[in-house]
Protein backbone atom coordinates (compact mmCIF):
# COMPACT_ATOMS: atom_id res chain seq x y z
CA UNK A 1 0.00 0.00 0.00
CA UNK A 2 3.05 2.39 0.22
CA UNK A 3 3.12 3.29 -3.31
CA UNK A 4 -0.65 3.69 -3.64
CA UNK A 5 -0.54 6.22 -0.71
CA UNK A 6 2.61 8.39 -1.79
CA UNK A 7 0.47 7.89 -5.68
CA UNK A 8 -2.88 9.65 -4.21
CA UNK A 9 -0.82 12.83 -2.60
CA UNK A 10 1.47 13.17 -5.82
CA UNK A 11 -1.85 13.09 -8.22
CA UNK A 12 -4.05 15.31 -5.21
CA UNK A 13 -1.13 18.01 -5.82
CA UNK A 14 -0.98 17.76 -9.51
CA UNK A 15 -4.85 17.98 -9.71
CA UNK A 16 -4.72 20.86 -7.44
CA UNK A 17 -2.26 22.54 -9.19
CA UNK A 18 -4.64 21.89 -12.61
CA UNK A 19 -7.45 23.26 -10.72
CA UNK A 20 -5.63 26.54 -10.17
CA UNK A 21 -3.99 27.06 -13.40
CA UNK A 22 -7.73 26.32 -14.64
CA UNK A 23 -9.39 28.80 -12.12
CA UNK A 24 -6.72 31.43 -11.76
CA UNK A 25 -5.38 33.88 -14.37
CA UNK A 26 -1.89 33.86 -13.51
CA UNK A 27 0.98 32.37 -16.43
CA UNK A 28 1.57 29.71 -13.83
CA UNK A 29 1.51 26.02 -15.39
CA UNK A 30 -0.45 23.22 -13.25
CA UNK A 31 3.53 21.47 -12.25
CA UNK A 32 4.88 24.62 -10.89
CA UNK A 33 1.21 25.45 -8.38
CA UNK A 34 1.32 21.75 -7.72
CA UNK A 35 5.40 21.71 -6.73
CA UNK A 36 5.02 25.26 -4.74
CA UNK A 37 2.31 23.44 -2.53
CA UNK A 38 3.84 20.29 -2.01
CA UNK A 39 6.78 22.31 -1.34
CA UNK A 40 4.97 24.08 1.28
CA UNK A 41 3.39 20.81 3.00
CA UNK A 42 6.55 19.23 3.51
CA UNK A 43 8.11 22.27 5.45
CA UNK A 44 4.49 22.56 7.36
CA UNK A 45 5.00 19.10 8.15
CA UNK A 46 1.46 18.16 6.56
CA UNK A 47 3.49 15.93 3.95
CA UNK A 48 6.31 13.92 5.40
CA UNK A 49 9.14 13.20 2.75
CA UNK A 50 8.76 9.81 3.40
CA UNK A 51 5.00 10.13 2.18
CA UNK A 52 6.30 11.07 -1.38
CA UNK A 53 9.97 10.14 -1.73
CA UNK A 54 10.03 6.56 -3.55
CA UNK A 55 7.44 7.45 -6.12
CA UNK A 56 8.52 11.34 -6.38
CA UNK A 57 11.89 9.75 -7.21
CA UNK A 58 10.63 7.14 -9.60
CA UNK A 59 9.30 10.14 -11.65
CA UNK A 60 12.36 12.34 -11.01
CA UNK A 61 14.83 9.56 -12.50
CA UNK A 62 12.33 8.46 -15.49
CA UNK A 63 11.82 12.68 -16.09
CA UNK A 64 14.29 12.71 -19.47
CA UNK A 65 12.11 10.16 -21.00
CA UNK A 66 9.11 12.07 -20.87
CA UNK A 67 10.35 14.68 -22.87
CA UNK A 68 10.68 12.62 -25.86
CA UNK A 69 6.85 12.52 -27.73
CA UNK A 70 6.75 16.49 -27.08
CA UNK A 71 10.13 16.16 -28.66
CA UNK A 72 9.22 13.93 -31.38
CA UNK A 73 6.24 16.75 -32.52
CA UNK A 74 8.63 18.93 -34.12
CA UNK A 75 8.01 17.08 -36.80
CA UNK A 76 4.41 17.92 -37.30
CA UNK A 77 5.74 21.53 -37.61
CA UNK A 78 8.58 21.30 -39.92
CA UNK A 79 6.84 22.85 -42.62
CA UNK A 80 6.30 26.54 -40.71
CA UNK A 81 10.08 25.46 -39.21
CA UNK A 82 12.16 24.62 -42.18
CA UNK A 83 12.59 28.30 -43.58
CA UNK A 84 13.74 29.46 -40.19
CA UNK A 85 15.61 26.99 -38.87
CA UNK A 86 18.76 28.17 -39.74
CA UNK A 87 18.47 31.29 -37.76
CA UNK A 88 16.63 29.30 -35.18
CA UNK A 89 19.50 27.08 -34.32
CA UNK A 90 22.23 29.81 -34.52
CA UNK A 91 20.34 32.26 -31.78
CA UNK A 92 19.62 29.01 -29.69
CA UNK A 93 22.91 27.56 -29.95
CA UNK A 94 25.01 30.69 -29.30
CA UNK A 95 22.39 32.00 -26.34
CA UNK A 96 22.25 28.95 -24.34
CA UNK A 97 25.57 28.75 -23.91
CA UNK A 98 25.91 32.20 -23.42
CA UNK A 99 22.77 31.86 -20.60
CA UNK A 100 24.48 28.85 -18.99
CA UNK A 101 27.63 30.50 -19.05
CA UNK A 102 27.25 33.91 -17.30
CA UNK A 103 24.62 32.24 -14.96
CA UNK A 104 27.38 29.46 -13.36
CA UNK A 105 30.16 32.23 -13.63
CA UNK A 106 27.68 34.74 -11.89
CA UNK A 107 27.14 31.67 -9.39
CA UNK A 108 30.82 30.49 -8.68
CA UNK A 109 31.50 34.24 -8.10
CA UNK A 110 29.27 35.30 -5.54
CA UNK A 111 29.90 31.64 -3.53
CA UNK A 112 33.64 31.91 -4.26
CA UNK A 113 33.41 35.39 -2.58
CA UNK A 114 31.33 34.13 0.36
CA UNK A 115 33.45 31.30 1.08
CA UNK A 116 36.63 33.11 1.22
CA UNK A 117 34.69 35.72 3.90
CA UNK A 118 33.89 32.44 5.82
CA UNK A 119 37.31 31.43 5.66
CA UNK A 120 38.53 34.73 6.90
CA UNK A 121 35.99 34.84 9.81
CA UNK A 122 36.70 31.29 11.23
CA UNK A 123 40.57 32.47 10.95
CA UNK A 124 40.29 35.81 13.08
CA UNK A 125 37.84 33.51 15.18
CA UNK B 1 -1.17 -5.59 -39.77
CA UNK B 2 0.07 -2.30 -39.42
CA UNK B 3 -2.90 -0.58 -38.51
CA UNK B 4 -3.04 -2.94 -35.57
CA UNK B 5 0.33 -2.44 -34.36
CA UNK B 6 0.47 1.48 -34.63
CA UNK B 7 -2.91 1.59 -33.37
CA UNK B 8 -2.07 -0.24 -30.04
CA UNK B 9 -2.28 1.53 -26.94
CA UNK B 10 1.14 0.65 -26.07
CA UNK B 11 3.25 1.39 -29.51
CA UNK B 12 4.00 4.89 -29.00
CA UNK B 13 5.39 4.09 -25.28
CA UNK B 14 6.77 1.16 -26.65
CA UNK B 15 8.94 2.93 -29.24
CA UNK B 16 10.07 5.84 -27.09
CA UNK B 17 10.78 3.86 -24.20
CA UNK B 18 13.32 1.29 -26.53
CA UNK B 19 14.63 3.69 -28.86
CA UNK B 20 15.93 5.73 -25.45
CA UNK B 21 17.21 2.45 -23.89
CA UNK B 22 19.11 2.08 -26.90
CA UNK B 23 20.49 5.39 -27.22
CA UNK B 24 21.35 5.76 -23.67
CA UNK B 25 23.39 1.92 -24.71
CA UNK B 26 25.03 3.68 -28.03
CA UNK B 27 25.80 6.81 -25.33
CA UNK B 28 27.42 4.44 -22.79
CA UNK B 29 29.45 2.44 -25.56
CA UNK B 30 30.80 5.60 -27.42
CA UNK B 31 31.11 8.19 -24.78
CA UNK B 32 30.77 11.70 -26.90
CA UNK B 33 28.44 14.09 -25.96
CA UNK B 34 26.72 14.48 -29.06
CA UNK B 35 24.91 11.09 -28.71
CA UNK B 36 22.81 12.65 -26.09
CA UNK B 37 19.77 9.92 -25.13
CA UNK B 38 17.22 12.21 -25.64
CA UNK B 39 18.69 14.10 -28.78
CA UNK B 40 19.11 10.54 -30.40
CA UNK B 41 16.09 8.85 -29.30
CA UNK B 42 13.92 11.91 -30.52
CA UNK B 43 15.85 11.86 -33.91
CA UNK B 44 15.47 7.73 -34.22
CA UNK B 45 11.54 8.29 -33.45
CA UNK B 46 11.18 10.86 -36.34
CA UNK B 47 13.31 8.46 -38.76
CA UNK B 48 10.83 5.83 -38.38
CA UNK B 49 7.66 7.29 -38.28
CA UNK B 50 8.76 9.18 -41.21
CA UNK B 51 10.12 6.21 -42.94
CA UNK B 52 7.07 3.83 -42.11
CA UNK B 53 4.94 6.76 -42.86
CA UNK B 54 3.04 7.00 -39.50
CA UNK B 55 1.58 10.14 -38.73
CA UNK B 56 2.73 11.71 -35.75
CA UNK B 57 -0.95 12.36 -33.87
CA UNK B 58 -1.07 7.96 -33.98
CA UNK B 59 2.06 7.98 -32.33
CA UNK B 60 1.07 10.64 -30.46
CA UNK B 61 -2.38 8.59 -29.04
CA UNK B 62 -0.59 6.21 -27.35
CA UNK B 63 2.92 8.19 -26.43
CA UNK B 64 1.08 10.49 -24.46
CA UNK B 65 1.15 8.48 -21.61
CA UNK B 66 4.87 9.88 -20.80
CA UNK B 67 3.56 13.61 -21.51
CA UNK B 68 1.02 12.78 -19.14
CA UNK B 69 3.36 12.15 -16.40
CA UNK B 70 5.37 14.55 -16.35
CA UNK B 71 2.86 17.11 -14.85
CA UNK B 72 3.43 15.01 -11.31
CA UNK B 73 6.98 14.80 -12.39
CA UNK B 74 7.49 18.39 -12.05
CA UNK B 75 5.50 18.35 -8.97
CA UNK B 76 8.40 16.16 -7.26
CA UNK B 77 10.78 18.68 -8.31
CA UNK B 78 9.63 20.23 -4.74
CA UNK B 79 11.14 16.60 -3.18
CA UNK B 80 15.01 17.66 -4.00
CA UNK B 81 14.41 20.98 -3.02
CA UNK B 82 12.84 20.97 0.32
CA UNK B 83 15.58 18.40 0.91
CA UNK B 84 18.06 21.11 -0.09
CA UNK B 85 16.24 24.08 1.38
CA UNK B 86 18.92 24.96 3.86
CA UNK B 87 21.88 25.38 1.17
CA UNK B 88 18.89 27.23 -0.64
CA UNK B 89 18.41 29.76 2.18
CA UNK B 90 22.03 29.90 3.25
CA UNK B 91 23.06 31.09 -0.88
CA UNK B 92 20.04 33.37 -1.64
CA UNK B 93 22.06 36.05 -3.37
CA UNK B 94 23.70 33.52 -5.32
CA UNK B 95 20.74 32.17 -6.34
CA UNK B 96 18.82 34.93 -7.60
CA UNK B 97 21.65 37.04 -8.80
CA UNK B 98 22.49 34.23 -11.19
CA UNK B 99 19.36 33.43 -12.15
CA UNK B 100 18.67 37.26 -12.81
CA UNK B 101 21.54 37.54 -14.84
CA UNK B 102 21.30 34.57 -16.78
CA UNK B 103 17.83 36.19 -17.91
CA UNK B 104 18.38 38.75 -18.98
CA UNK B 105 21.39 37.46 -21.07
CA UNK B 106 18.35 35.74 -22.36
CA UNK B 107 16.52 37.60 -23.62
CA UNK B 108 19.16 40.61 -25.02
CA UNK B 109 21.36 38.02 -26.83
CA UNK B 110 18.34 36.90 -28.56
CA UNK B 111 16.94 40.19 -29.14
CA UNK B 112 20.37 41.39 -30.55
CA UNK B 113 21.16 38.31 -32.87
CA UNK B 114 17.48 38.31 -34.26
CA UNK B 115 17.80 41.95 -35.43
CA UNK B 116 21.51 41.05 -36.70
CA UNK B 117 19.52 38.37 -38.61
CA UNK B 118 16.85 41.05 -39.30
CA UNK B 119 14.14 38.70 -38.28
CA UNK B 120 10.65 39.70 -38.27
CA UNK B 121 9.50 41.05 -34.46
CA UNK B 122 7.28 38.07 -34.49
CA UNK B 123 10.24 35.59 -35.03
CA UNK B 124 12.22 37.47 -32.52
CA UNK B 125 8.81 36.87 -29.65
CA UNK B 126 8.89 33.75 -30.30
CA UNK B 127 12.13 32.70 -29.29
CA UNK B 128 12.04 35.20 -26.38
CA UNK B 129 11.21 32.35 -24.04
CA UNK B 130 13.30 29.38 -25.27
CA UNK B 131 15.00 29.07 -22.28
CA UNK B 132 11.30 29.13 -19.55
CA UNK B 133 9.50 25.82 -18.98
CA UNK B 134 7.13 24.62 -22.13
CA UNK B 135 3.77 25.83 -19.99
CA UNK B 136 4.81 29.43 -19.36
CA UNK B 137 6.25 29.98 -22.46
CA UNK B 138 3.36 29.02 -24.52
CA UNK B 139 1.71 31.65 -22.93
CA UNK B 140 4.48 34.33 -22.94
CA UNK B 141 5.04 33.78 -26.09
CA UNK B 142 1.05 34.31 -26.96
CA UNK B 143 1.12 37.41 -25.54
CA UNK B 144 4.23 38.71 -27.45
CA UNK B 145 2.90 37.67 -30.18
CA UNK B 146 5.11 35.20 -31.44
CA UNK B 147 4.09 31.71 -33.01
CA UNK B 148 3.45 29.54 -30.37
CA UNK B 149 4.25 26.11 -32.27
CA UNK B 150 7.58 27.97 -33.26
CA UNK B 151 8.13 28.49 -29.25
CA UNK B 152 7.51 25.28 -28.06
CA UNK B 153 9.93 23.83 -31.04
CA UNK B 154 12.76 26.26 -29.79
CA UNK B 155 12.10 25.64 -26.08
CA UNK B 156 12.66 21.65 -26.85
CA UNK B 157 15.38 22.30 -29.14
CA UNK B 158 17.04 24.78 -26.38
CA UNK B 159 16.23 21.58 -23.64
CA UNK B 160 18.16 19.36 -25.62
CA UNK B 161 20.88 21.47 -26.18
CA UNK B 162 21.65 22.31 -22.93
CA UNK B 163 21.23 18.76 -21.51
CA UNK B 164 23.78 17.91 -24.20
CA UNK B 165 26.33 20.90 -23.62
CA UNK B 166 26.21 21.11 -19.64
CA UNK B 167 29.01 19.05 -18.59
CA UNK B 168 31.58 20.55 -21.87
CA UNK B 169 30.69 23.71 -20.92
CA UNK B 170 31.19 23.19 -17.28
CA UNK B 171 35.12 21.84 -18.23
CA UNK B 172 35.87 24.65 -20.31
CA UNK B 173 34.85 27.30 -17.82
CA UNK B 174 35.74 25.54 -14.81
CA UNK B 175 32.17 25.67 -13.17
CA UNK B 176 32.37 23.00 -10.63
CA UNK B 177 30.36 24.08 -7.33
CA UNK B 178 27.63 21.91 -7.68
CA UNK B 179 24.89 25.18 -7.12
CA UNK B 180 26.14 26.55 -9.79
CA UNK B 181 25.83 24.23 -12.28
CA UNK B 182 22.56 23.46 -10.95
CA UNK B 183 21.77 27.11 -11.19
CA UNK B 184 23.23 27.43 -14.89
CA UNK B 185 21.38 24.26 -15.99
CA UNK B 186 17.96 24.96 -14.59
CA UNK B 187 18.14 28.55 -16.33
CA UNK B 188 19.36 28.08 -19.64
CA UNK B 189 17.73 25.05 -20.11
CA UNK B 190 14.62 24.51 -17.90
CA UNK B 191 12.72 21.24 -17.46
CA UNK B 192 15.24 19.23 -19.82
CA UNK B 193 18.29 20.92 -18.21
CA UNK B 194 17.06 20.42 -14.48
CA UNK B 195 16.76 15.88 -15.59
CA UNK B 196 20.51 16.40 -16.49
CA UNK B 197 21.20 18.43 -13.37
CA UNK B 198 19.20 15.81 -11.22
CA UNK B 199 21.78 13.11 -12.94
CA UNK B 200 24.63 14.89 -11.83
CA UNK B 201 23.20 15.65 -7.95
CA UNK B 202 20.65 16.33 -5.45
CA UNK B 203 21.87 20.04 -5.24
CA UNK B 204 22.18 20.54 -8.75
CA UNK B 205 18.80 18.92 -9.27
CA UNK B 206 17.35 21.02 -6.34
CA UNK B 207 19.25 24.06 -7.85
CA UNK B 208 17.96 23.54 -11.08
CA UNK B 209 14.09 22.94 -10.11
CA UNK B 210 14.49 26.40 -8.19
CA UNK B 211 15.81 28.13 -11.72
CA UNK B 212 12.85 27.03 -13.23
CA UNK B 213 10.28 28.98 -11.10
CA UNK B 214 12.41 32.03 -10.96
CA UNK B 215 13.51 32.64 -14.55
CA UNK B 216 9.96 31.43 -15.45
CA UNK B 217 8.30 34.61 -13.73
CA UNK B 218 10.74 36.74 -14.35
CA UNK B 219 10.83 35.90 -17.87
CA UNK B 220 6.98 36.98 -17.93
CA UNK B 221 7.83 40.21 -16.17
CA UNK B 222 10.60 40.78 -18.51
CA UNK B 223 9.28 40.12 -21.95
CA UNK B 224 6.56 42.74 -22.23
CA UNK B 225 9.37 45.15 -21.38
CA UNK B 226 11.44 43.71 -23.59
CA UNK B 227 8.75 43.44 -26.20
CA UNK B 228 7.76 47.51 -26.56
CA UNK B 229 11.46 47.91 -27.46
CA UNK B 230 10.35 46.00 -30.39
CA UNK B 231 7.61 48.66 -31.86
Known sequence: MKFVKEIVWIIAFTFIGEALNALLPLPVPAGVYGLILLLLSLVTGLVKLSDVEATGNFLLDTMTLMFIPAAVGIMSVTDVLLPVLIPYIIMIVISTIIVMTVTGLVASAILKHKESKNIKKEASV | ?231
Open chain 2, 1 to 231: MKEAIINSNYFGLILSIALFVLAVELKSRFKLAILNPLLISTLMCIAFLTFLDIPYDTYKSSACMLNFLLTPATVCLAIPMYKQLKLLKDNLLAVFSAITAGTCCSLLSILVMGKLFSLSDEHIATLLPKSITTAIGMGVSEEAGGIVTLTVAGIIITGILGNMIAESIFKIFHITHPIAKGLALGTSAHAVGTAKALELGEVEGAMSSLSICVAGILTVILVPIVNSTLV
